[in-house]
């Protein structure tokens, strides 16, 4: 994808001036709120997904490979509750809102339709499910979904929601925390499984983000190392050229 492509469309509303209106108290509150709830109360997205027997993930409806080198920015404003309801391998139910929204469009388990019988040794029934919002920086108009229903990886979301609301309280703001991927094995029933892992990596403010892709030079490494902490990087002036001296005059001889 182009550099001007990249720094284009949905992006700016992402981490622009629209953006920047959010109550970021309050989305911090209902984050708070939502960490730990592990038992619970469109269009172009991509899904990343996450395989818990081969310990992989994949990205999208081609099931692309996810580098273990990327470093994908995650919006908090993005996160999300819900419930999936698995039944012969296949989820056949689901609801979901916004973490920020959860006290309004949140969906009591004693409300949730019974589709058994279940088979519960497979897994089967209704799970509390947590997703996170992501952008990859080489492609910030498509924005990456994850969820997981899995212990393993809400614990790990709920984790990361955690971070979040501290760094929330200890700096005022909703920082973003830059993220690469990683997995961790573990052993259970004498299986060997894997669960995800997110590291974190650096954080940063919206409009450190903002300036970021308003760069046509950046790179994720200067977002890292701190290069927009006080906006995009100034352009090296050219040095203005000398001024153009008189011609001296020659001197008359003296009389």
Not at 4 to 13: F, I, N, T
Not at 136 to 152: A, G, L, N, Q, R
Not at 173 to 186: A, G, H, K, N
Not at 198 to 221: K, L, M
Request: aromatic share 8%; hydrophobic share 35%; charged share 25%.
């Amino acid at each position: 994808m182009a550099e001007e492509q990249k720094k284009s469309g949905a992006l700016a509303a992402f981490v622009g001036a629209g953006a920047l209106a959010v109550n970021e108290s309050a989305a911090a509150a209902a984050l708070a709120e939502s960490v730990g709830s592990t038992s619970g109360p469109g269009g172009d997205t991509k899904y990343l997904s996450f395989s818990g027997k081969t310990g992989s993930y994949s990205l999208g409806r081609e099931k692309d490979d996810v580098d273990p080198d990327d470093v994908f920015i995650v919006e908090p404003l993005a996160s999300t509750e819900g419930w999936t309801c698995w039944k012969g391998g296949t989820a056949v139910a689901k609801h979901e809102w916004p973490v920020s929204e959860r006290r309004t469009k949140a969906v009591p388990a004693a409300q949730l339709v019974d589709h058994g019988p279940y088979n519960e040794r497979a897994g089967e029934g209704w799970a509390f499910a947590l997703g996170l919002g992501l952008i990859h920086p080489d492609d910030p108009e498509v924005p990456i979904k994850f969820t997981t229903t899995s212990k393993s990886g809400c614990n790990v979301v709920s984790d990361l929601n955690r971070y979040i609301v501290g760094q929330f309280e200890e700096t005022g703001r909703l920082m973003l925390p830059l993220v690469q991927l990683s997995t961790e094995m573990f052993t259970a029933q004498g299986q060997r499984n894997y669960k995800p892992k997110i590291d974190i990596v650096a954080w940063v403010t919206r409009e450190e983000v903002a300036a970021f892709f308003d760069d046509s030079d950046g790179t994720i490494d200067d977002l890292i190392e701190g290069a927009y902490a006080g906006g995009a990087p100034a352009m090296e002036a050219e040095p203005e050229p000398e001024p153009e001296r008189a011609p001296r005059r020659a001197r008359r001889p003296a009389a």
